[in-house]
T-cell receptor, first 110, second 112 residues
Framework: GQQVMQIPQYQHVQEGEDFTTYCNSSTTLSNIQWYKQRPGGHPVFLIQ???SGEVKKQKRLTFQFGEAKKNSSLHITATQTTDVGTYFC??????????WGAGTKLIIKP | EAGVAQSPRYKIIEKRQSVAFWCNPISGHATLYWYQQILGQGPKLLIQ????????DSQLPKDRFSAERLKGVDSTLKIQPAKLEDSAVYLCASSFGADTQYFGPGTRLTVL
């Protein structure tokens, strides 16, 4: 069946360092969405990628969608304490099925 | 605009009891999702409605879970009977098509 693998599970960084999380699908995606969930909160939408090879930026966040529409990444430049949380990708497939990655927890070391 | 409303926010029950959760999506959103999120894990889609029809319920444990969306607006999710492993946060989300999902605050269920 369709699967979305997300790595790493955790990432510890010093404030100011960069952070990247990756999602890989077993089959081609229609689109992929990224969400952020703060501790104790609910997921909040960040962005949706639809086109093959698409790159979108939101301030320090850069999102990429692979040419084959099977993988995606989120990169944060110069992390800040406000970036703490778990980042999830959610992949939509052509059969309308929606599969979430397991999330990458960003931990900023003091 | 008002967000996704869910109730109750917290529920504690004993195993084998029944429980129901309610969700009111954002006005005009045709798509409604119910998720189960176990502590430390990602959201697991239980059921997806398009208006009052079911799009995907492949991960819904149908022997004990049921959901309905009457008139294509509000939705209820029921568990009967509950098991210990059902302890989780149940999240409701809505969207305009296969677009941005807006989440409610969730219902934290504890099964003792």
């Amino acid at each position: 069946g369709q699967q979305v693998m997300q790595i790493p599970q955790y990432q510890h960084v010093q404030e100011g360092e960069d952070f990247t999380t990756y999602c890989n699908s077993s089959t081609t995606l229609s689109n992929i969405q990224w969400y952020k969930q703060r501790p104790g909160g609910h997921p909040v939408f960040l962005i949706q990628l639809v086109k093959s090879g698409e790159v979108k930026k939101q301030k320090r966040l850069t999102f990429q969608f692979g040419e084959a529409k099977k993988n995606s990444s989120l990169h944060i430049t110069a992390t800040q304490t406000t970036d703490v949380g778990t980042y999830f990708c959610a992949g939509f497939y052509s059969n309308y099925q929606l599969i979430w990655g397991a999330g990458t927890k960003l931990i900023i070391k003091p | 605009e008002a967000g996704v409303a869910q109730s109750p926010r917290y529920k504690i029950i004993e195993k084998r009891q029944s429980v129901a959760f309610w969700c009111n999506p954002i006005s005009g959103h045709a798509t409604l999702y119910w998720y189960q999120q176990i502590l430390g894990q990602g959201p697991k889609l239980l059921i997806q409605f398009q208006n009052n029809g079911v799009v995907d319920d492949s991960q819904l444990p149908k022997d004990r879970f049921s959901a309905e969306r009457l008139k294509g607006v509000d939705s209820t999710l029921k568990i009967q009977p509950a098991k210990l492993e059902d302890s989780a946060v149940y999240l409701c989300a809505s969207s305009f098509g296969a677009d941005t999902q807006y989440f409610g605050p969730g219902t934290r269920l504890t099964v003792l």
